[in-house]
């Protein structure tokens, strides 16, 4: 006999489908939280949050970004609605809404800037998660996810550096597209079917325009994962050490949100004292001459936060494999927490990982300045060896050290670190040397 | 101390960008003249009188060769730029022949130039201004200052970068000229700059320097009609946000002190 035709209701589990109520609100905010339980998700995640009491400056860039890439949607969304995607008429267009539109250049210098920032911000919170290990243990997807978000952060900012249109534009736009011919085999008609055309012309530039907003949306998708996920692991903190009661921790607000709020003040300060008065500063000059197919810039360089992986590209000589080294030289970020298998988080606990991750930022600038220069004698040598470095940082440094590396004595808790911290036992944040 | 380590490594962050870009903008090692702009500073203003005898250079020298097609007469007349009246403005449209059209009867007639009208170029399109000069492309001078590395900087040594005795390694084709300051040290453009070459109504003497200084006030304005506006805002802005950061600090201070006194 089957079990639809038994009459013995044990079988059966009970279900509810409707799942209204629990709220701790009355009220119309009871109402609504009744149905949509949000406000009782927003004061659990962000009012009642418990987050480590040790949080330094560092843990401000995630809240920076977040009103960056708001800014930058919000500003951006004001640009669309002035610029037009047209080889034809996209630079004129621009040089409109910084002429005739109101506060449009305003608007204009403040994407284009918030861009750049919004670089500073991402690398200065990379550098958090290096330094503190934010990557390990059980941070590792959270951390991936944060690299998908670089890779497209990287997609959208060429996209949109290709809009004005001017001639670091196009010849950016045609150096980066022709990338793909390393394909094997379909190279040159992938590049076809990217171009829309036999060559970077409107098709394109119309193209580009609309997968900048389809990718500034992605990351807003990809960055609500990584908050997410945030959520679920918790903050990582200087220490390295899990929080275990009460005193190792602070409610999110007012003490996170406060300290954050400092954070991000300071970061908007020294953003709007660059926008305004150095606006164009961070841009290349050749970007306001009108592109031109039929001359070629005497330098063709990308935007500034591009130069460490352009000068990766560029320091292997078979084009091909200078693009997987390239692509891989982030991706391999992502293999960090199982490269670095120490069990302790923290740099200020690692005495030798601390000056390899200080070594790590300072070939990061070595190569930013090689992507700069032009690709010859001693810049292409020195671009080597420092593209060297940067993978034996991933596949040799991190293991080793892991390996070889004795820890410094830690405290038990959260709250026990700070008071060594008080007492001068430690210090958080500290260059080479004493 | 933990503070300060924090601020000097995000600026030497921003120093290094700086390197960078400097490198890239550099390509000849002669450095630029820089006169004192009255527009550089945090406080920085266009001269009006400046800006107005710097058109009538470009009208009277640079625009027999140099479009400007981003502009329209009326800009001259709007706020932060040379601010002739709009009267003169309408003077100063109308002495040029505007081809408009098509007519009702689907003609092209020409008109006399109105305030909303762009500035006339030299040359009906970029092949004919080509044939006029040997070859060379005098380019736009809309956005000029902001497309050449060193900016006004840059433009101003050009044109006082015109010397007689050329260096004995170069060597000039027919229609080259030597200049100190063009990078490769060859320019296609005839000396612009001859004192008296214009006469002033404000009886400012028009020397070849105070041309410069004019016309490149101009072009900077051209190229940034906004600047005053984006320098007064800047201004008010960073105090604004300065003031806000240290009460904000001060709040952040006063919340922590409840749990820092316990420990």
């Given at each position: 006999m089957s079990e639809y035709t038994s009459k013995s209701e044990e079988k059966f589990q009970p279900v509810q489908t409707n799942k209204v109520g629990g709220s701790p609100y009355t009220g119309v905010l009871g109402w609504i939280d009744n149905r949509l339980p949000i406000i009782r998700m927003f004061r659990h995640e962000y009012l009642d949050f418990q987050v480590p009491k040790s949080l330094s400056y560092f843990w401000s860039f995630g809240g920076i970004l977040t009103i960056c890439l708001l800014l930058l949607i919000l500003t951006g969304i004001s640009l669309g609605m002035h610029y037009k995607p047209d080889a034809k008429y996209a630079f004129e267009s621009v040089e409109k809404i910084m002429r005739d539109v109101n506060f449009g250049w305003l608007i204009r210098y403040a994407h284009m800037n918030l861009a750049s920032f919004f670089f500073i911000a991402v690398y200065l919170h990379i550098f958090r998660g290096l330094y503190y290990g934010s990557y390990k243990e059980p941070r590792q997807l959270m951390w991936i996810i944060g690299i998908v978000i670089f890779f497209l952060m990287m997609a959208t900012a060429f996209l949109g550096y290709t809009l004005p249109w001017g001639q670091m534009s196009y010849w950016g736009a045609t150096v980066i597209t022709n990338l793909f011919s390393a394909i094997p085999l379909f190279g040159e008609s992938i590049v076809t079917w990217l171009w829309g055309d036999y060559s970077v012309g409107d098709a394109a530039l119309n193209r580009f325009y609309v997968l900048h907003w389809l990718i500034a949306f992605l990351i807003v998708g990809v960055v609500v994962f990584h908050v997410i996920a945030l959520h679920i692991v918790g903050s990582n903190n200087p220490s390295g050490i899990?929080?275990?009661?009460?005193?190792?921790?602070?409610?999110f607000a007012p003490y996170t949100t406060s300290k954050d709020l400092v954070g991000m003040l300071v970061f908007l300060?020294?953003?709007?004292?660059?926008?305004?008065y150095a606006p164009n500063y961070l841009g290349h000059p050749d970007n306001y001459i009108p592109a031109n197919p039929m001359v070629t810039p005497a330098h063709i360089v990308p935007e500034w936060y591009f130069l460490p992986f352009y000068a990766i590209l560029r320091s292997i000589p078979d084009k091909?494999?200078?693009?997987?080294?390239?692509?891989?030289?982030?991706?391999?970020?992502?293999?960090?927490?199982?490269?670095?298998?120490?069990?302790?988080r923290s740099s200020v606990f690692r005495p030798i990982w601390k000056q390899c991750v200080f070594l790590f930022v300072l070939n990061f600038f070595v190569l930013m300045y090689i992507g700069g220069a032009p690709a010859e004698g001693i810049y292409l040598l020195i671009g080597r060896i420092a593209t060297a470095f940067w993978f034996a940082f991933f596949f040799i440094l991190a293991p080793l050290v892991s390996l070889v590396e004795k820890p410094l004595p830690m405290p038990q808790s959260i709250h026990e670190f700070e008071d060594w911290k008080k007492q001068g036992k430690i210090k958080v944040f500290q260059f080479f040397g004493k | 101390m933990k503070n300060y380590l924090k601020f000097i490594f995000v600026f030497s962050f921003i120093f290094i960008l700086g390197i960078t870009n400097s490198i890239q903008a550099k390509?000849?090692?002669?450095?630029?003249?820089?006169?004192?702009?009255?527009?550089?500073?945090?406080?920085?203003?266009?001269?009006?009188?400046?800006?107005?005898?710097?058109?009538?250079?470009y009208k009277e020298v640079c625009a027999s060769c140099h479009s400007m097609n981003l502009l329209s007469y009326r800009n001259l007349s709007e706020p932060g730029g040379p601010e002739f009246s709009e009267a003169e403005v309408k003077a100063l449209a109308a002495q040029y022949e505007i081809q408009d059209g098509p007519n009702a009867d689907?003609?092209?007639?020409?008109?006399?130039?109105?305030?909303s009208d762009r500035f006339k170029s030299p040359y009906p399109n970029e092949l004919a201004s080509r044939a006029a000069n040997g070859g060379a492309y005098p380019p736009d001078m809309s956005v000029l200052v902001k497309a050449r590395p060193g900016e006004s900087d840059y433009i101003y040594s050009v044109l006082m970068g015109y010397e007689e005795k050329v260096p004995a390694n170069i060597k000039l084709e027919e229609g080259v000229y030597y200049n100190k300051y063009m990078p490769g040290n060859k320019i296609r453009m005839a000396k612009p700059l001859n004192s008296g070459g214009v006469e002033y109504a404000d009886g400012t003497k028009a020397t070849e320097e105070q041309m410069a200084k004019d016309v490149v006030s101009f072009l900077t304005w051209a190229a940034e009609p906004h600047l005053e506006a984006r320098k007064k805002l800047g201004f008010k802005s960073v105090l604004y946000l300065l003031i806000l950061t240290i009460l904000v600090y001060l709040v952040k201070k006063k919340i922590w002190s409840r749990i820092e006194s316990k420990v």
């Open positions: 899990e929080p275990k009661d009460t005193r190792d921790t602070v409610t300060l020294i953003f709007v004292a660059v926008m305004m091909l494999m200078g693009v997987v080294a390239m692509v891989s030289s982030i991706a391999v970020l992502g293999l960090l927490p199982w490269l670095d298998f120490s069990k302790v | 390509e000849s090692n002669v450095s630029l003249l820089k006169p004192n702009w009255t527009f550089n500073g945090f406080f920085g203003k266009f001269d009006r009188a400046q800006l107005q005898r710097g058109y009538q250079v689907g003609e092209m007639f020409t008109r006399k130039g109105i305030p």
